[in-house]
């Protein structure tokens, strides 16, 4: 079982008798709808120019996040690790990390280390500030990297949350206010766990409107670039660490995730309260209401119309919409997966007939529900929303639900299969198809290819499911 199955400990006595029930927390977890919160902040940590991830903790956390990232984005992934011994578990891991860092620095001379604390030295409670401190203080090597730690134990928390509380450390850290003209003040755009083709389509949709914008993180050539002739330790790409350091003086925060709109701590949030930057938080812009408002905060922060062309994109998405509602009214979905994508694609599939019966999600926020309806309304007393869910608890309810196909990550492939129904691919991890790095979801353009894959896989099942076979639908 891999370390994103852990689970924090039961409250209140160490011994809980035989029968009683705790619904809030399960006993186990067979496969969780999440996976380890380190994942998250590497990466954030990919997308930042120059930076190399380091886990401080055990060789296996590295080990299992690099195959992850690796299978999902069929690139080269280099993670760093501290490595900790049976005597580092009981004494402390600072000669660990020191020789690590001094390892990283002279082999690959990164701009930016980016530590990330695993389940073991954050329950040892290494104090990572006095042992990043210490290394600063007695380092000889030259040219030393900057220093960015995130705190991402996985026994509370999901790869989301741990990308976030990285996205938040790097602007928490770099961030500084800076004299600049305001008409060359960039948008500090924060999009969440997307794919690279989707950061590559939001940069070019943002341009659209004239204006410079800073990614936090843009990992779209780091994760997906083209071929090498030879090899690069550290691939090109990313956001400089003078962008991040510029976002003092940014014009105005965009901040993605209806779920992520409700922490009182985010990247977004510190640019407003510590430099006044004006701060836009609305859910991931799939479909046609969330894009509207991600349009809405462009049209403000740039002072600028909605351009031609972005109009012309929201025309086409419309007469999808028109040309295959007959095939999506009233069918049933399940969704699953980070709880943002959830909530974002519950909303989606409201609004073209889809009734997403079960919303389930990894993360434990207490804002699922509540975010999805404030989006999406009319869902009010139709859909069940579970957090910290499993596959094995969305397995018992599929009787009862009846849906008509899955939406979600690989992990519901063999649940999907025993059942006969269609899974549609989408969020963390993808990896049983080629070209996960390529999906396309956000902005009318992504929305329309989203929208065209679960059309053609309901047509597709019903193809199959007809015993003369349909040619024409």
């Not at 948008?187 to 990614?215: C, E, K, N, Q, Y």
């Not at 969305?394 to 639900?401: F, K, N, P």
Request: some cysteine.
């Amino acid at each position: 079982m891999s370390c994103s199955s852990c689970k924090p400990s039961l409250p209140g006595p160490a011994l809980v008798n035989e029968g009683d029930e705790h619904p809030e927390f399960p006993s186990s977890s067979t496969n969780p709808c999440k996976l380890c919160t380190p994942l998250g902040a590497c990466l954030a940590f990919k997308g930042i120019a120059g930076t190399v991830p380091l886990l401080h903790g055990s060789q296996g956390c590295a080990t299992y996040i690099r195959r992850y990232m690796i299978s999902h984005f069929r690139e080269p992934v280099d993670i760093a690790s501290s490595n900790f011994s049976e005597d580092s578990a009981v004494f402390g891991g600072r000669k660990n990390l020191h020789t690590a860092l001094e390892n990283v620095t002279r082999q690959y001379k990164p701009a930016m280390v980016g530590v990330a604390t695993t389940c073991l030295s954050e329950t040892m409670g290494e104090n990572m500030p006095m042992l990043l401190g210490e290394y600063r203080a007695e380092a000889t090597q030259e040219g030393q990297p900057a220093l960015v730690h995130v705190s991402t134990p996985s026994f509370k928390g999901t790869h989301a949350e741990g990308f976030h509380a990285a996205v938040r450390a790097i602007v928490e850290t770099l961030a500084a206010p800076r004299s600049t003209l305001e008409r060359l003040a960039p948008i500090a755009l924060m999009p969440g766990m997307v794919s690279p083709a989707d950061l590559r389509h939001l940069r070019d949709l943002v341009s659209w409107w004239g204006v410079p914008a800073t990614f936090v993180p843009d990992y779209s050539e780091t994760l997906d670039g083209g071929s090498w002739s030879n090899y690069e330790r550290m691939p090109s790409g990313g956001t400089s660490l003078d962008e991040i350091r510029a976002l003092g003086s940014a014009r105005a925060t965009i901040e993605c995730g209806l779920v992520l709109a409700g922490e009182k701590s985010t990247a977004g949030t510190h640019l407003a309260a510590k430099f006044g930057v004006r701060l836009h938080r609305l859910g991931l812009p799939i479909g046609l209401r969330q894009t509207d408002l991600f349009c809405g905060a462009m049209e403000e922060a740039a002072n600028a119309v909605i351009p031609e062309r972005v109009e012309r994109e929201r025309g086409r998405l419309i007469d999808a919409y028109v040309d295959a509602h007959k095939y999506l009214s009233g069918r049933k979905a399940i969704v699953y997966g980070e709880e943002d994508l959830v909530a974002s694609l519950a909303v989606f599939l409201a609004e073209i007939g889809v009734w997403p019966v079960l919303c389930a999600a990894g993360g434990r926020s207490g804002r699922l529900e509540s975010a999805i309806l404030g989006a999406a309304p009319e869902l009010k007393g139709r859909i069940e929303v579970r957090e910290g869910s499993d596959f094995g608890e969305i397995e018992t309810q599929i009787a009862e639900l009846k849906p008509d196909l899955l939406i979600g990550s690989s992990k519901g492939y063999k649940l999907a299969r025993s059942l006969g129904l269609p899974l549609v691919r989408c969020g963390f991890p993808v990896h049983d198809r080629i070209g996960s790095q390529r999906i396309q979801m956000l902005g009318y353009t992504g929305t329309l290819q989203l929208f065209d894959c679960i059309v053609n896989a309901l047509l597709e099942k019903k193809q199959e499911d007809s015993e003369i076979g349909y040619s024409y639908l």
